[in-house]
């Protein structure tokens, strides 16, 4: 159990373009969903909490009207990167909690986004 | 606020010995939980171990050991018998979970290799 999903798992996009990026909870009900991104060789950095149901809390830092999170459903959260520019390219990683332990939390494989 | 350190960048071990990942970290709070997870070149992100800071006893899973020291807030990771296949980045993390939503805390990470 507990398999997060994340969808496309690469996109090449062309800069000025928006790309959606979507993260599902499986087989559980993720009442919080995290953002990452990782970029080559370094850690993973928060972007953003989401909770179902009400707007995403941001990292410092985190340009929230450029990466637009929104949290629908218990089991989909999804990223959107808008007017994507060549320095967004990273590896975004969500991740989904709620299943009642603050400290279980289940990585998605991440989506690798080349912005051209 | 808090920080995770991961002193050591790269570290390489023969197969079947015995390695020790290094992590500290720093925060005032007393209730919290401590993590390390392997990212393979796959990168998906896969739990390796749990410490619970309020327990004193080691947690331990098969051939992955930390070694737990609260008062210097350090906690270091021991692979034994080490296997090809746990050649991976290694990150510490951090959950503080009183008020917390559950957003982990990162070190930089620690590239292990394991060589035959």
């Known amino acids: 159990g507990a398999v997060v999903s994340q969808h496309p798992s690469r996109v090449i996009c062309k800069s000025g373009t928006s790309v959606k990026i979507e993260c599902r909870s499986l087989?559980?009900?993720?009442?919080?969903m995290f953002w990452y991104r990782q970029f080559p060789k370094q850690s993973l950095m928060l972007m953003a909490t989401?909770?179902?149901?009400?707007?995403?809390?941001?990292e410092q830092g985190v340009e929230k009207d450029k990466f637009l999170i929104n949290h629908a459903s218990l089991t989909l959260s999804t990223l959107t990167v808008t007017s994507a520019h060549p320095e967004d390219s990273s590896f975004y990683i969500c991740?989904?909690?709620?299943?009642?332990?603050?400290?279980?939390?289940?990585f998605g494989p991440g989506t690798r986004l080349t912005v051209t | 606020a808090q920080t995770v350190t991961q002193s050591q960048p790269e570290m390489s071990v023969q197969e079947a010995e015995t390695v020790t990942l290094s992590c500290t970290y720093d925060?005032?709070?007393?209730?919290?939980?401590l993590f390390w997870y392997k990212q393979p070149p796959s990168r998906q992100m896969i739990l390796v171990i749990r410490?619970?800071?309020?327990?004193?006893q080691n947690a331990t899973e098969n051939r992955f050991s930390v070694n737990f020291q609260k008062a210097a807030k350090s906690f270091s990771l021991k692979i034994s018998d080490s296997q090809l296949g746990d050649t991976a980045m290694y990150f510490c993390?951090?959950?503080?979970?009183?008020?917390?939503?559950?957003?982990?805390?990162f070190g930089k990470g620690t590239k292990l290799s394991v060589k035959p």
């Open positions: 989401s909770n179902e149901g009400s707007k995403a809390t941001y």
């Open positions: 087989d559980f009900q993720a009442t919080t």
């Open positions: 993390a951090f959950l503080n979970y009183g008020g917390s939503q559950g957003n982990l805390i």
């Open positions: 925060t005032s709070e007393s209730n919290y939980y």
């Open positions: 991740s989904a909690g709620g299943r009642g332990k603050i400290y279980e939390q289940y």
């Open positions: 410490q619970e800071a309020y327990k004193q």
